[in-house]
């Protein structure tokens, strides 16, 4: 009996009926040399600081910055040289009081040195003692041309998000991390069986006469499916015998997430596949009002989801590459495919003076009206991160001295499958943050800190800042103002060993003991905080608080992220750091609470409705309690 097409579906309900289906298989661990092309599973926080040790950016001499106060082209400070320190080679010398240390670009600092200076900027001169000296003509300040160890990746921080797709960018980052298995989503296993008394595998011979043709669209559809991120498996073809159509489909179906059919779809009398699928599973669409590709199914096999395709090639490929593919894609974790080029404004003015033909690294982010702006994000050669952080890179030939802020630019993509993230923000690193990203598929977070992360939110750059500590808003009534779109608490402190050895019981310790302090970067808003607190403690001594601060040995310098000066108390190279309780209890180590800080998410006024910016705020509201498993936070 001939088998009629039931009502020819919209392509809206054909799309809705694959969308449906479950084609999502487990998470697995991969090695790092098989996970490019994969997408992660999971977030990925750095276990150590990259670089691990502070580090010589140029060729030159390591010395103390306080020895150049006041050192010019006229009156030169001068040092006695006493050791040399190369690249990979660990400093057996420390840099003492007038001293200084010859040093390559990579090294790592020695012990007494705070800053290094270029060696153009200086002179090797004797002076009669059979001695080498320096004569230094410049003066520098602490950290100069040093890259501090956690400058490119801190340790803690959160270095990749789940749904990143891994490319080689993600790779070196996931190699300068030390990650050697990688957790990725799995690649959905997609059978192929295509059906016909008349078809013949390419390699096998064909008789004309027979009316025989070649398998176009096992192959051509396996293709599609490994382009768009399954692993394909192809099945031998089948007649138009019903039994033997139902032992392949069902084999398939047994192994695989997805089957897709090929033939055997249209109103004909020997068409059986069909009755298969109505038999061993559910038929939720036949037939589709699209040209080509009417005679299209869509149902479930068994434990699998199924789709009929076409039998002609073209129409296989059209239906395949417009209702297929997404859906394979999806269950991949990867996003639908894009040009390899695409153009926007530049979000803010880009400068370029050294004569050379640039290619600048840079973000994409969308603006509440569908525009797409193009943000810089590099943070020097040697980032892993600036790649990492990257969509693409727009070109500024030699004779361009700067991009001005509107400017139409194009952007060469790293991958035609590049779209801008569901929700791109900057600010203060937080844990509970971290935990609200993940649940945001394609979120983007820069942690560059408080005050980085409000003026790039004032320059209408990000979608969302999140500030920490007594930061000024300026809300005042204005359109353009920042919009508070949650809040947050978080109990902040002292970080000791595991069992306090030191007694520290509170900010009069680090001034008062010989304590070796790790503080975060003056970028952070909980190093505002902290140095809140001191002034408090220095008005009660009566003292000044530069005074006071200047006690503390090791205030100035700072880490990124709030895990990376507890590790470093961990390893034994400190003895207290300013820090969170959360991480204490992460890191199993003492805490001294010195308060609690508000932790603040701005969304950019125009951006609020944009679906990433109201999924972020929906998971830090959640009913679930994000909060509920960090210690010492409170929503």
């Known amino acids: 009996m001939r088998k009629e097409f039931r009502e020819l579906a919209p392509p809206e309900a054909a799309h809705e009926a694959i969308a449906s289906l479950d084609l999502e298989p487990e998470p697995e661990t991969v090695p790092l040399g098989e996970a490019r092309g994969r997408v992660l599973a999971e977030r990925i926080d750095a276990e150590r600081d990259v670089p691990g040790f502070d580090r010589a950016k140029l060729d030159g001499y390591a010395l103390r910055a306080k020895d150049t106060f006041g050192a010019s082209e006229t009156d030169p400070a001068t040092l006695d040289l006493v050791g040399r320190v190369d690249a990979g080679t660990e400093p057996d010398v420390t840099v003492d009081v007038g001293e200084c240390v010859e040093i390559s670009t990579g090294a790592v600092m020695p012990d007494g040195a705070d800053a290094m200076v270029m060696v153009e900027e200086t002179d090797l001169v004797e002076n009669g003692d059979g001695n080498e000296h320096v004569a230094v003509r410049t003066s520098v300040t602490p950290g100069g041309n040093v890259a501090f160890a956690g400058t490119d990746v801190a340790a803690g921080e959160r270095a990749l998000g789940p749904g990143t797709r891994i490319t080689p960018r993600e790779v070196g980052l996931l190699s300068a991390l030390g990650v050697d298995g990688v957790p990725v989503k799995g690649r959905p296993t997609v059978g192929i069986v295509s059906t016909g008394e008349e078809l013949v595998r390419p390699g096998e011979e064909l008789h004309d006469e027979r009316g025989q043709i070649y398998d176009v669209n096992s192959y051509s559809v396996a293709a599609g499916v490994a382009d768009a991120g399954g ?48 038999e061993r599973g559910e038929l939720l669409v036949h037939g589709v009002a699209v040209k080509p590709g009417k005679p299209m199914l869509v149902g479930k096999l068994e434990d699998s989801a199924y789709v009929g395709l076409p039998g002609y090639p073209v129409s296989a490929l059209t239906i395949f590459r417009t209702f297929v593919a997404p859906a394979i894609r999806r269950a991949a974790g990867l996003p639908e495919s894009a040009a390899a080029t695409t153009t926007g404004e530049l979000a803010e003015r880009e400068r370029h003076a050294e004569g050379r033909h640039r290619f600048v690294s ?14 810089p994000v590099d943070k020097g050669s040697g980032a892993t991160t600036s790649l990492a952080e990257a969509d693409g890179v727009v070109e500024m030939p030699a004779d361009v001295t700067y991009l001005d802020a509107g400017e139409t630019v194009t952007v060469q993509l790293f991958s035609p499958d590049v779209r801008p993230p569901a929700v791109f923000g900057v600010g203060e690193d937080d844990p509970l943050l971290s935990l609200a990203l993940d649940r945001v598929p394609t979120a983007r977070y820069l942690g560059v800190g408080t005050r980085p992360g409000l003026r790039r939110l004032r320059a209408d750059v990000p979608d969302v800042a999140v500030v920490s500590g007594p930061v000024d808003i300026d809300h005042d ?11 947050w608490r978080r109990e902040w402190g002292l970080v000791v060993p595991h069992g306090n050895p030191d007694d520290v019981s509170g900010l009069a310790d680090l001034a008062d003991h010989d304590l070796r302090f790790v503080n975060r970067t003056t970028a952070s808003g909980l190093r505002t905080t902290l140095a809140n607190a001191l002034a408090e403690l220095a008005d009660e001594r009566g003292v000044e608080r530069h005074d006071l601060v200047e006690s503390i040995d090791g205030f100035d310098a700072g880490r990124r992220a709030h895990e990376s000066p507890a590790r470093v108390v961990r390893s034994g190279d400190a003895d207290v750091a300013l820090g969170l309780r959360a991480t204490a209890e992460t890191l199993d180590m003492g805490f001294v609470s010195c308060g609690h800080e508000r932790v603040r998410l701005l969304g950019n006024p125009d951006r609020v409705e944009k679906q990433g910016v109201r999924t972020l705020v929906a998971a830090l509201d959640s009913e679930a309690g994000l909060a509920d498993g960090l210690a010492g936070y409170s929503q």
């Open 362 to 375: 840079v973000g994409l982010v969308e603006t509440g009206d569908g525009r797409t702006l193009v943000y």
């Open 477 to 487: 009534g204005e359109e353009d103002d920042p919009e508070l779109l949650a809040d």
């Open 231 to 278: 692993e394909p498996r192809l099945y031998p073809h089948t007649g138009d015998d019903y039994d033997e159509m139902e032992r392949v489909l069902s084999e398939a179906a047994d192994e695989c997430d997805l089957v897709l059919s090929s033939g055997s779809t249209s109103a004909s009398a020997v068409d059986v596949v069909y009755r298969v699928v109505e």
